[in-house]
Each structure stands twice: as C-alpha cells, then as structure tokens.
C-alpha cells in the first residue's frame, strides 16, 4: 500500500490500528493522522520493538487489511 493510498483510507485504518494495536491511544492515533511513517514508529514506541519490526508487523496488517472484503 503506497502511502497516498494509506492516508486517503486512514478513517477505515484508524479503526483497525485500535484492535490491532490496543496499546495505541486515540491521541496517537491523531498525531498518526494517516502518515506510514507515524504509524511505524508509534508502533515501535509502544510495543519496544526494532524499527524492522515494527515496519513488518504494520506491513503484515495492511496486507490483511487490503485482504478483506470492505464494504463502503
């Protein structure tokens, strides 16, 4: 997922990023404001892993995200 395409369907991301990460608050989830780099490193942040890591485990949900069947 490019990084336009991440921001423009952050409303939906945003959601998911809750259950996936439940560590991340809605005040990170602001300043997240749909940039990848953001989510990367909030992600590291809360849950101490490497910057590859991190990188990895939110490539892995956005697959399973582009995966799913949306309904708009």
Not at 25 to 45: A, C, F, N, S, Y
Request: no cysteine; aromatic share 12%; charged share 40%.
């Amino acid at each position: 997922m490019n990084e336009d395409i991440f921001k423009g369907k952050w409303k939906q991301i945003r959601g998911k990023a809750k259950e996936w990460w439940a560590d991340l608050t809605d005040d990170d989830l602001d300043k997240i404001d749909g940039r990848w780099d953001q989510l990367v490193g909030k992600v590291q942040e809360r849950y101490g892993y490497t910057k590859e890591e991190a990188l990895a485990e939110v490539e892995s949900h956005m697959h399973e995200f582009e995966s799913e069947p949306h309904t708009h």
